[in-house]
C-alpha cells in the first residue's frame, strides 16, 4: 500500500498536465468544428477532392465531418495517440526509474517482494488511465455535445472509451514489460515510445494501401479503429481476444522478467 | 551462530568476473570488516546477500535462511547504508524517513528522531538541497531506524567529516553492545582496525584471508624506502623480516616485519640521504598476502 501511494504522489503532477493536455486537445479540435461548420457541405466536397492517401494520413477516411460525431472520430484517434504514449511512457518509467536513479538500492532492501512492487506499481498506473480515461470521456461528451444538434453520442462515446482503455492498457504493459526485460533501465521509455510510433504510422499506412490490410493484426491501433467502433459497429470480438491475450503475455513477461533481473544500479 | 554464512558463492556479469567462490562466516554480535581495493567484489557480494542480483553459483545464508528464497522475511531485520545515496529527490528527508519505515511493521518514530539528533541532521529539508555528507546521514538514519539485528554497511564513511565519523562509530558500537551484527566494507584499513573483530579480505573477486585484527595487528608490516649517498649492494637488506626489496639506483625499498632495532642497525650501517618508513597502504598487504598464498 505504501509503495501504491507514493506512486500516486510521484505520478499526480506529470497526471494533472496530461490530463489539461487532452482536455485543450478536445476543446480547441471541437472549437474548430464550431468554425467548419458554419461553411456547411462545402467542406466534405472540398475533402472528397482531397486524394486518398491524404485523407488516411488527416485520418479523415469514411467520416462525415459536417456532423459533430464524425467530426469527433476524426480528433479521436489523435487523443488515442496521446493516451497511449502517456500509457507506454507511464508503464516504462514506473518500473524502470528506480534504477535508472538508483534508488532501487533503497526500495529493493525492504522486506517486501519484487512482485508485491510491480503489483503496486501497475495498480498506481491502471488508475492513472482510468482517470486519463474518464477525463477524456467527460470532456468529449461535453464538448460534443454543444454541437451535435441532439444527435445521441453516449454509446458511440462509451465504446469508444472502452475501446482506448484497451489500447491504454496494451501500450502501459509493452512499457512494463519492455523495461522489465531491457537492460539499460535508460531507453526502456524511448524504446516503448518508437514501437508506439511504429505500429501507428502502420495503421496509417494500411488505411492507404488495401494491399497490406493483412498487417492489421501487428497494430493495435486498427483494433479499436474509430470508423469500425462507431455508428453501430462496436467491438471485434477477434480483435478483443487478440487483446487479451496479448495484455496477459505482456502482463506475466513483466513479472517473470523482473523478479530474475539483476539490478544494475 | 553465525548471522551470516557463504559458501562459494560466485557471480559473473556475462563473462566479467565479479566473485569468485566467496567463503565466509560472520558470528552473530561480532563486527565484521570486509576490505578490498575498488572493483575487488565488495559490493556484489554484499548486493548478491541483499537479493538485488542473483548468484551464478553457490549460496549465502542470513540467520539461517537462504538469502535468495527468504529475501523479504530476513530483510524485516537487515539495516543497509549503500556506498552511494540516492533517494527520491523531491522528498523531503522526514518523508522519506517515514516511507522507509512504513516498510516495517514497528513503529519508528522516536529511533528517527534520536538518530537524527545524534547525527546533527535536518529532517525537515529537501533531499535535493543536501550535500553530500548530509545525505550520507540520512543513509546511516534510514539505515538504523528500524533497529535492525544485522547492520550492512558498504564504505559508509565516504563523505562524513572526522568528527561525524566518530558519531557514526560511536552509534555502530551501541548498536553492536545492544547485540546488532556488522557487516563493514571498506577499502581504508585504518577504520577497519578500529572497528572491527575480524576481516575478510578480498582481492579480485577472490577472499584473500579471513583474520583477526588483533593477529593482522602482530604482523605489524612497516614499508620503509631509503635513499642512499652512494649505490649498495642489492643483497645488503636482505635479511630475515625482509620482503619486496627492490633496489634502484640509489632507491631503496623493502617491507619488513619483525624486531624494529635489527632493520634500524642495518640502516645505520649505511650513509643514507632520506629515509621513509610508513604502514604500508592495503594494496601492500594484499600483494603480501598473495605472495605468501602462490
Same mark, same amino acid.
Given at each position: 500500500m505504501n509503495v501504491f501511494i507514493k506512486e500516486i504522489k510521484a505520478n499526480r503532477r506529470s497526471l494533472v498536465i496530461w490530463c489539461i493536455g487532452i482536455v485543450l486537445m478536445i476543446a480547441s479540435?471541437?472549437?474548430?468544428?464550431?468554425?467548419?461548420?458554419?461553411?456547411?457541405?462545402?467542406?466534405?466536397?472540398?475533402?472528397?477532392?482531397?486524394?486518398?492517401?491524404?485523407? /488516411?494520413?488527416?485520418?479523415?477516411?469514411?467520416?462525415?465531418?459536417?456532423?459533430?460525431?464524425?467530426?469527433?472520430?476524426?480528433?479521436?484517434? !489523435?487523443? #488515442?495517440?496521446? /493516451?497511449?504514449?502517456? /500509457?507506454?511512457?507511464?508503464? /516504462?518509467? $514506473?518500473?524502470?526509474?528506480?534504477?535508472?536513479?538508483?534508488?532501487?538500492?533503497?526500495?529493493?532492501?525492504?522486506?517486501?517482494?519484487?512482485?508485491?512492487?510491480?503489483?503496486?506499481?501497475?495498480?498506481?498506473?491502471? *488508475?492513472?488511465? @482510468? $482517470? @486519463?480515461?474518464? @477525463?477524456?470521456?467527460?470532456?468529449? #461528451?461535453?464538448? #460534443?455535445?454543444? !454541437?451535435?444538434?441532439?444527435?445521441? $453520442?453516449?454509446?458511440?462515446? @462509451?465504446?469508444?472509451? #472502452?475501446?482506448?482503455?484497451?489500447?491504454? *492498457?496494451?501500450?502501459?504493459?509493452?512499457?512494463?514489460?519492455?523495461?522489465?526485460?531491457s537492460k539499460n533501465s535508460k531507453t526502456a521509455a524511448s524504446l516503448s515510445t518508437g514501437i508506439l510510433l511504429i505500429t501507428f504510422i502502420l495503421s496509417i499506412a494500411i488505411d492507404m494501401n488495401s494491399r497490406i490490410e493483412n498487417l492489421k493484426y501487428l497494430t493495435p491501433f486498427k483494433y479499436y479503429d474509430a470508423k469500425n467502433l462507431m455508428f453501430g459497429g462496436g467491438l471485434d470480438t477477434d480483435y478483443v481476444i487478440l487483446s487479451v491475450i496479448l495484455i496477459a503475455v505482456l502482463l506475466s513477461a513483466t513479472y517473470v522478467f523482473y523478479k530474475k533481473r539483476d539490478l544494475k544500479i | 551462530m553465525n548471522v551470516i554464512e557463504i559458501k562459494n558463492l560466485t557471480k559473473y556479469y556475462g563473462k566479467a568476473r565479479g566473485i569468485i567462490d566467496i567463503n565466509f562466516d560472520v558470528e552473530e554480535g561480532e563486527i565484521f570488516g570486509f576490505i578490498g581495493p575498488n572493483g575487488a567484489g565488495k559490493s556484489t557480494t554484499i548486493r548478491t546477500l541483499l537479493g538485488l542480483i542473483y548468484p551464478t553459483r553457490g549460496s549465502a545464508e542470513i540467520f539461517g535462511k537462504d538469502c535468495i528464497k527468504y529475501g523479504p522475511e530476513i530483510k524485516k531485520e537487515i539495516g543497509y547504508l549503500p556506498s552511494e545515496i540516492f533517494y527520491y529527490s523531491k522528498m523531503k528527508v522526514i518523508d522519506l524517513l517515514k516511507y522507509s519505515a512504513s516498510f516495517y511493521k514497528k513503529d519508528c518514530g522516536k529511533k528517527i528522531h534520536e538518530l537524527a539528533e545524534i547525527m546533527d541532521l535536518d529532517i525537515h529539508k529537501r533531499i535535493d538541497d543536501l550535500s553530500l555528507g548530509n545525505k550520507k546521514k540520512v543513509g546511516i538514519v534510514q539505515g538504523l531506524l528500524h533497529e535492525p539485528k544485522l547492520i550492512i554497511l558498504d564504505e559508509p564513511t565516504s563523505g562524513l567529516d572526522p568528527l561525524m565519523q566518530q558519531k557514526f562509530f560511536d552509534l555502530l558500537k551501541a548498536e553492536n553492545e545492544k547485540g546488532a551484527t556488522i557487516l563493514f566494507s571498506s577499502h581504508i584499513l585504518s577504520e577497519v582496525q578500529k572497528l572491527c573483530n575480524r576481516v575478510a579480505i578480498i582481492k579480485e573477486g577472490r577472499i584473500v584471508k579471513v583474520e583477526k585484527i588483533s593477529t593482522l595487528k602482530e604482523n605489524n608490516y612497516k614499508k620503509f624506502k631509503i635513499e642512499t649517498m652512494l649505490k649498495i649492494d642489492k643483497d645488503y +637488506? &636482505?635479511?630475515?623480516? =625482509?620482503?619486496?626489496?627492490? =633496489?634502484? &639506483?640509489?632507491? =631503496?625499498? +623493502?617491507? +619488513?616485519?619483525?624486531?624494529?632495532?635489527? %632493520?634500524?642497525?642495518? %640502516?645505520?650501517?649505511?650513509? %643514507? =640521504? &632520506?629515509?621513509?618508513?610508513?604502514?604500508?597502504?592495503?594494496?601492500? %598487504? +594484499?600483494?603480501?598476502?598473495?605472495?605468501?598464498?602462490?
Amino acid at each position: 500500500m505504501n509503495v501504491f501511494i507514493k506512486e500516486i504522489k510521484a505520478n499526480r503532477r506529470s497526471l494533472v498536465i496530461w490530463c489539461i493536455g487532452i482536455v485543450l486537445m478536445i476543446a480547441s479540435g471541437m472549437g474548430k468544428y464550431a468554425g467548419l461548420s458554419t461553411s456547411g457541405q462545402s467542406l466534405d466536397d472540398l475533402l472528397d477532392q482531397m486524394p486518398k492517401s491524404l485523407q /488516411a494520413i488527416m485520418g479523415i477516411g469514411t467520416f462525415d465531418l459536417s456532423t459533430a460525431s464524425g467530426y469527433y472520430g476524426v480528433l479521436f484517434i !489523435y487523443l #488515442v495517440v496521446m /493516451a497511449t504514449i502517456h /500509457a507506454a511512457m507511464l508503464g /516504462a518509467n $514506473i518500473i524502470s526509474k528506480e534504477e535508472r536513479d538508483k534508488t532501487a538500492e533503497f526500495l529493493f532492501v525492504k522486506p517486501i517482494s519484487r512482485n508485491k512492487v510491480i503489483t503496486s506499481k501497475l495498480l498506481a498506473s491502471l *488508475l492513472n488511465i @482510468i $482517470i @486519463i480515461n474518464l @477525463i477524456t470521456l467527460f470532456s468529449s #461528451v461535453i464538448m #460534443v455535445q454543444r !454541437y451535435s444538434n441532439g444527435e445521441n $453520442i453516449m454509446d458511440d462515446m @462509451i465504446i469508444l472509451m #472502452v475501446g482506448m482503455f484497451i489500447l491504454q *492498457l496494451i501500450f502501459l504493459f509493452i512499457g512494463t514489460a519492455i523495461a522489465a526485460i531491457s537492460k539499460n533501465s535508460k531507453t526502456a521509455a524511448s524504446l516503448s515510445t518508437g514501437i508506439l510510433l511504429i505500429t501507428f504510422i502502420l495503421s496509417i499506412a494500411i488505411d492507404m494501401n488495401s494491399r497490406i490490410e493483412n498487417l492489421k493484426y501487428l497494430t493495435p491501433f486498427k483494433y479499436y479503429d474509430a470508423k469500425n467502433l462507431m455508428f453501430g459497429g462496436g467491438l471485434d470480438t477477434d480483435y478483443v481476444i487478440l487483446s487479451v491475450i496479448l495484455i496477459a503475455v505482456l502482463l506475466s513477461a513483466t513479472y517473470v522478467f523482473y523478479k530474475k533481473r539483476d539490478l544494475k544500479i | 551462530m553465525n548471522v551470516i554464512e557463504i559458501k562459494n558463492l560466485t557471480k559473473y556479469y556475462g563473462k566479467a568476473r565479479g566473485i569468485i567462490d566467496i567463503n565466509f562466516d560472520v558470528e552473530e554480535g561480532e563486527i565484521f570488516g570486509f576490505i578490498g581495493p575498488n572493483g575487488a567484489g565488495k559490493s556484489t557480494t554484499i548486493r548478491t546477500l541483499l537479493g538485488l542480483i542473483y548468484p551464478t553459483r553457490g549460496s549465502a545464508e542470513i540467520f539461517g535462511k537462504d538469502c535468495i528464497k527468504y529475501g523479504p522475511e530476513i530483510k524485516k531485520e537487515i539495516g543497509y547504508l549503500p556506498s552511494e545515496i540516492f533517494y527520491y529527490s523531491k522528498m523531503k528527508v522526514i518523508d522519506l524517513l517515514k516511507y522507509s519505515a512504513s516498510f516495517y511493521k514497528k513503529d519508528c518514530g522516536k529511533k528517527i528522531h534520536e538518530l537524527a539528533e545524534i547525527m546533527d541532521l535536518d529532517i525537515h529539508k529537501r533531499i535535493d538541497d543536501l550535500s553530500l555528507g548530509n545525505k550520507k546521514k540520512v543513509g546511516i538514519v534510514q539505515g538504523l531506524l528500524h533497529e535492525p539485528k544485522l547492520i550492512i554497511l558498504d564504505e559508509p564513511t565516504s563523505g562524513l567529516d572526522p568528527l561525524m565519523q566518530q558519531k557514526f562509530f560511536d552509534l555502530l558500537k551501541a548498536e553492536n553492545e545492544k547485540g546488532a551484527t556488522i557487516l563493514f566494507s571498506s577499502h581504508i584499513l585504518s577504520e577497519v582496525q578500529k572497528l572491527c573483530n575480524r576481516v575478510a579480505i578480498i582481492k579480485e573477486g577472490r577472499i584473500v584471508k579471513v583474520e583477526k585484527i588483533s593477529t593482522l595487528k602482530e604482523n605489524n608490516y612497516k614499508k620503509f624506502k631509503i635513499e642512499t649517498m652512494l649505490k649498495i649492494d642489492k643483497d645488503y +637488506f &636482505n635479511m630475515k623480516g =625482509v620482503s619486496d626489496l627492490e =633496489v634502484k &639506483n640509489n632507491m =631503496v625499498s +623493502f617491507l +619488513f616485519r619483525g624486531n624494529i632495532n635489527s %632493520i634500524m642497525k642495518k %640502516i645505520s650501517g649505511i650513509e %643514507i =640521504v &632520506n629515509l621513509w618508513a610508513e604502514e604500508p597502504n592495503l594494496e601492500e %598487504i +594484499f600483494m603480501h598476502y598473495y605472495e605468501k598464498e602462490a
